[in-house]
């Protein structure tokens, strides 16, 4: 059982934050767009994006495990605008980085959570309260794709107040592929 920690990333993550990204896209995507879409919406991508959005008030955590990065989450507002993870060393924290996500965008101030999650993603927000409202189609890179545009209300209390946390990893399980149908 692997337990994870999560820090405000700085812009000396940015490159490291450019390559999981990637990694994390073409290992847990695949099921959800073709190859050729993966590898438009990623091309443009480089480091410099990661810190020109970090100067743009986008907020950015990052996963360690043994004080390396294996995940990420970016927050604008009331957006979750970016969750990653490690394909290899990460699995697990994504539940970490989402509920200091939630927390972070609570204690600004906002109300409620959006995000526009990719096919595979959906059973994994579904299972963390969060309800979908509507298809929809975002332009990354080069490429449209399909999202599922979902939110959740952050106003039921109980978290802890800091965003620094470590959490233990639960067991893998496989990803589900009815996305778009139900709530
Ligand atoms: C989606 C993603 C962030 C999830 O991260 P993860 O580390 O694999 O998730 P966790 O192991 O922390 O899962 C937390 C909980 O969600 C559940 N879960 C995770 N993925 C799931 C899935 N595909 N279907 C159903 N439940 C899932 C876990 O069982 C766990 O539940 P538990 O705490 O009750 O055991 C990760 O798979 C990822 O980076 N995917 C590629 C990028 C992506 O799609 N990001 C979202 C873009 S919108």
């Not at 990065?69 to 993870?85: D, H, N, P």
């Not at 309260?129 to 952050?154: I, N």
């Not at 209390?157 to 067991?171: E, N």
Request: proline letters at 3%; charged letters at 25%; aromatic letters at 6%.
């Amino acid at each position: 059982m692997k337990r994870f920690d999560v820090r405000r990333a700085v812009t000396a993550d940015a490159a490291l934050l450019c390559d999981l990204h990637k990694a994390s896209v073409r290992a847990l995507c695949a099921g959800s767009y073709s190859a050729a879409q993966i590898e438009l919406w990623l091309a443009p991508r480089s480091a410099d994006d990661y810190r020109r959005a970090m100067a743009a008030g986008e907020v950015m955590l990052a996963a360690t495990y043994a004080d390396r990065v294996v995940g990420f989450a970016s927050t604008k507002g009331a957006e979750l605008r970016a969750l990653y993870v490690d394909p290899k060393l990460g699995r697990g924290a994504g539940g970490a980085l989402l509920l200091a996500a939630e927390e972070q965008v609570r204690s600004a101030g906002e109300p409620v959570l959006h995000l526009q999650a990719t096919p595979n993603a959906v059973a994994f927000y579904r299972k963390h309260g969060y309800m979908r409202e509507a298809r929809g189609v975002v332009r990354r890179g080069g490429v449209e794709l399909q999202v599922l545009c979902m939110r959740k209300s952050l106003q039921s209390a109980g978290l802890p107040s800091t965003i620094t946390r470590s959490v233990t990893a639960p067991a893998r399980r496989n990803a589900d592929a009815s996305w778009y149908s139900g709530e």
